[in-house]
Nanobody, 125 residues
């Protein structure tokens, strides 16, 4: 059973940066696509980006392009989300998730098989 644990969330001022980490255990990371998804209370989950086992990535939200970057280190079984120029509207619970599917399919959060518990990101002055 694959297990994912997010870390790195917290409170940050507008314009600040955070790097989220997703530590994966229970299986080798290099056979899964890993994505980051966020959810604001009362709203649907939205896929942010996905990175394939080969390192190719897709960004799903045009509003985040240039500010958020996904990366992975298969040797460390960890996937990262670097978030820069954060805005109050980025406040949400951020999840990482895994699936044995292509990232092009994983625009829909419901297609992921394994999920972490989430980490809260709050952007506020």
């Amino acid at each position: 059973q694959l297990q994912l644990v997010e870390s790195g969330g917290g409170l940050v001022q507008p314009g600040g940066s955070l790097r989220l980490s997703c530590a994966v255990s229970g299986s080798s990371l290099d056979i899964y696509s890993i994505g980051w998804i966020r959810q604001v209370p009362g709203k649907e989950r939205e896929g942010i980006s996905c990175i394939s086992s080969s390192g190719d990535s897709i960004d799903f939200l045009d509003s985040l392009k240039g500010r958020f970057t996904i990366s992975r280190d298969n040797a460390k079984n960890t996937v990262y989300l670097q978030m820069n120029s954060l805005k109050p509207e980025d406040t949400a619970v951020y999840y990482c998730a895994a699936a044995g599917l292509r990232c092009s399919i994983l625009r829909v959060p419901e297609y992921y098989d394994f999920w972490g518990q989430g980490t809260q990101v709050t952007v506020s002055s």
